[in-house]
């Protein structure tokens, strides 16, 4: 397989980077009709959020890790972490170059069965527990009154503990 270059990405596609979105400037020769219009399928990956695939050469390439690369002139390794938490939204602005425990990190919200917020959890006492992991370490950080205040106190600690992936 032939190297991904930014030429050879730039004679594919048009980027419209205002908008996050690529088009087929030159589409397989087995799909002409896609010329000029939006390449790539909306797909849920393995942990269950969407992202547009693109295939090239056989490749199948996440939308925002080619926008990444194309404006940065890098691949990014290992992953691209979308800012706001919208897996669809590629715009450059919302990209950036994380590691996959600062993308773990960048998580608004985790399926659970619970109706607690992120981080808080009930224990016997009829208190709740705030709870952070932090380097493959759960700590604990106190029980509280109410889930608000136990919430309050996470999401504190998850800024000072996550900084920018927060």
């Not at 419209?16 to 087995?30: H, I, N, Q």
């Not at 600062?102 to 608004?108: D, E, G």
């Amino acid at each position: 397989m032939r190297e991904l270059s930014k030429e050879m990405l730039e004679s594919l596609f048009y980027f419209d980077l205002e908008a996050g979105k690529v088009y087929w400037k030159s589409p397989p020769k087995t799909h002409p009709r896609m010329q000029d219009k939006e390449a790539g399928t909306l797909r849920p990956s393995a942990n269950g959020k969407i992202y547009c695939s693109i295939h090239v050469d056989k490749r199948a390439i996440k939308r925002g890790r080619l926008i990444f690369f194309i404006v940065n002139g890098f691949w990014p390794r290992p992953c691209v972490d979308h800012i706001n938490g919208d897996s669809t939204d590629d715009r450059p602005t919302n990209l950036r170059q994380a590691t996959v425990t600062q993308n773990s990190w960048n998580h608004k919200k985790r399926a659970k069965l619970s109706s607690l917020p992120m981080g808080v959890r009930s224990v016997k006492s009829g208190r709740f527990q705030a709870r952070i992991a932090v380097n493959n370490k759960m700590i604990h950080l106190g029980t509280f009154e109410t889930p608000g205040e136990a919430s309050d106190f996470y999401q504190a600690k998850r800024k000072e503990f996550y900084g920018e992936f927060a």
